[in-house]
């Protein structure tokens, strides 16, 4: 007889599933996203370089062409095996173009990764979000003892791993094909991907090259690999938990604290009494309620008398169990309106009144007034001013700065009294007013460079002189460099000539261009100045003749040459 043997195969409970409920947070408002690291997202960053930042090309026909890149399924690299090429839906061969694959994948055994539980995995990176939406609020009577949330999010470590693709390139000419290789042998060693995403370290192997004759066409082909240092992350683990994990720290910690013990009017925070009786229920049970709770101490207080100080009741313990009242007092009443007697003070300041202030340098905050004379056997410095009423009587005076005039009652400031004097100065001299030497007045330092002002009273600077002198010399010889040759632009006969040119422009100090800083000649033979006379309009000279006293018209055939002062 057969043997039937059944097997439970009843769901597991909902709450046996979930082994940490802390992993439900939700997350669908969440601005930071699950971190994956995928296959094709290893794809899509080789492409992505080819693409973007190989940007393979070749020139066909004197135009650059841009060489397509394809990740090639196992079907199409089926295909390609076979054939040796690639054709589109038309049945053509495709030429230019790239193809690729991923041929292998294998751990990485220079960066070990030991999850020692890949579902429960203990190695991860942690990430502090600065900013939360929890700690938004608009009601702060409710934050009171709270503290900000801050929110974590845990990324498990990757698994890293070594990629191989192999790559296949055709071109129509062997010159298209080096400027391809050429390109892809450069980027070696780069890290391969898109910037804002994520890139990878690749190393590219031998290059092998072939060239092949179809019945149609002839075309060159190369064959190269590359190997790809990544690492993989997986959206969840085997327990469908996302790989990033978000924390969120308490808002509020409280400690409950219990007693077995009945408290008889407890005192509120407004000290006011809550009820006439309340009892503790502790975890082992209900107290009995106790008019009184008396506490002892384990360590009593005692209070000892000090210099100068009584206490009464000293040396007498206070733990507790009964009530034991002191006095604190001193020998005499120190408040602001007594009189306070002391054998000696010793202080770093004294404050006399409100706003005068002795201390061991002297007297400050107010006026000091002395009655009777002052003697001093050391040095009086005074910071401020001294007014002085009657007779200043010393025997030597220093004066090392003097921030005022000297007044007199009447009269000027005179210093020495004959032709002969001499007065040294050490340092600066400030004039407000003017100065007079030898009936001559200078009310002025002028650094005026370019003179423009002419006045009689007035000293010009070194510099100024200098200055001027350079540009007005700078100026002149530029114009007396100035001379150029110019050919008529048009005639207008009988006695016009015209030249597109403008004359040069002769400095301040200097007779103004005229045509005497001209010689014209016609024909090669020289015009002379009592016949001729030159005006500027706009960018166009005009050179006008008079014919009957140079005895003939100028004809439209006629070569006219200047050499003068012309611009350029």
Same mark, same amino acid.
């Given at each position: 007889? &057969? ?7 009843? !769901? ?33 960053? /080789? ?25 090639? %399924? ?23 173009? /790239? ?15 030991? *999850? ?9 990176? #942690? ?41 296949? /390139? ?9 400027? /391809? ?20 370290? $690749? ?38 938990? !996302? ?5 969120? +720290? ?15 009017? !407890? ?14 229920? %502790? ?16 360590? !009593?207080?005692?209070? %000892? ?51 005068? #202030? ?63 004097? +001499? ?12 100065? *007079? ?36 010399? %700078? ?24 030249? $597109?040119?403008? $004359?040069?422009?002769? &400095? ?38 008079? #014919? ?21």
């Amino acid at each position: 007889m &057969p043997v039937t043997v059944k097997y439970n195969n009843k !769901p597991i409970p909902r709450k046996q599933r979930i082994l940490n409920r802390g992993y439900q947070y939700k997350r669908s408002d969440d601005a930071s996203k699950t971190l994956s690291v995928n296959l094709v997202d290893i794809d899509s960053a /080789i492409l992505f370089y080819f693409e973007n930042v190989i940007k393979p090309s070749v020139e066909d026909n004197g135009e650059h062409v841009k060489v397509p890149t394809m990740y090639a %399924s196992p079907e199409r690299w089926n295909s390609i095996q076979k054939t040796g090429f690639m054709r589109d839906k038309k049945r053509q061969i495709i030429v230019p173009v /790239i193809a690729f694959r991923r041929t292998s994948i294998a751990r990485d055994d220079m960066i070990p990764q030991d *999850k020692l539980d890949a579902n429960n995995p203990h190695l991860f990176y #942690t990430f502090e979000k600065k900013f939360s939406d929890v700690n938004r609020y608009d009601n702060f009577s409710t934050q009171i003892g709270t503290f900000p949330q801050k929110e974590y999010y845990n990324v498990t470590f990757p698994d890293y791993v070594t990629i191989s693709y192999d790559f296949i /390139i055709w071109t129509s000419y062997m010159e298209q094909m080096n400027k /391809i290789v050429e390109r892809v042998n450069y980027s070696a060693g780069a890290y391969w991907g898109d910037p804002e995403k994520m890139r990878f370290r $690749t190393q590219v192997d031998t290059f092998t090259d072939t060239s092949e004759v179809t019945d149609a066409e002839r075309f060159v082909k190369t064959n190269f690999s590359v190997t790809l240092r990544g690492y993989l992350l997986p959206e969840s683990n085997f327990e469908h938990r !996302p790989t990033t994990q978000k924390y969120l +720290t308490p808002k509020k910690v409280i400690f409950g604290m219990e007693t077995d013990v009945t408290i008889s009017k !407890p005192v509120g925070q407004a000290g006011q009494f809550i009820d006439e009786e309340v009892t503790e229920v %502790s975890s082992v049970g209900k107290g009995t309620p106790t008019s009184k709770v008396a506490v002892t101490l384990e360590n !009593p207080l005692v209070l %000892s008398e000090g210099t100068g100080v009584s206490v009464t009741n000293a040396s007498s313990e206070f733990d507790g169990s009964s009530r034991v009242e002191h006095v604190i007092s001193i020998g005499q009443d120190v408040s602001t309106t007594s009189n306070v007697t002391f054998n000696q003070t010793s202080a770093s300041r004294l404050l006399i009144g409100e706003v005068l #202030t002795y201390t061991g340098g002297g007297v400050s905050g107010g006026d000091f007034y002395i009655t009777g004379s002052l003697s001093t056997t050391k040095n009086l410095t005074v910071v401020g001013d001294a007014v002085i009423s009657g007779t200043l009587t010393a025997q030597e005076f220093h004066t090392e700065f003097v921030s005022s005039s000297i007044i007199f009652t009447s009269g000027s400031t005179i210093f020495g009294d004959t032709i002969d004097d +001499t007065h040294n100065f050490t340092g600066s001299v400030l004039l407000s007013g003017s100065l *007079k030497l030898n009936g001559y007045e200078v009310n002025e330092i002028s650094n005026d460079t370019s003179l423009t002002d002419g006045s009689a009273t007035a000293l010009v600077t070194e510099n100024a002189v200098k200055t001027y002198v350079t540009n007005q010399t %700078s100026n002149q010889n530029t114009y007396f460099r100035k001379t150029f040759v110019k050919t008529t632009s048009s005639i207008t006969v009988p006695a016009t000539a015209s030249f $597109t040119a403008v $004359t040069a422009s002769a &400095p301040t100090g200097l007779t103004a261009t005229n045509e005497n800083d001209f010689v014209f000649f016609i024909n090669g033979q020289y015009m002379e100045h009592d016949a001729i006379a030159i005006q500027q309009s706009g960018s166009v000279l005009l050179l006008k003749v008079n #014919t009957s006293s140079i005895g003939y018209d100028l004809e439209s055939d006629d070569e006219i040459l200047s050499w003068g002062k012309w611009n350029s």
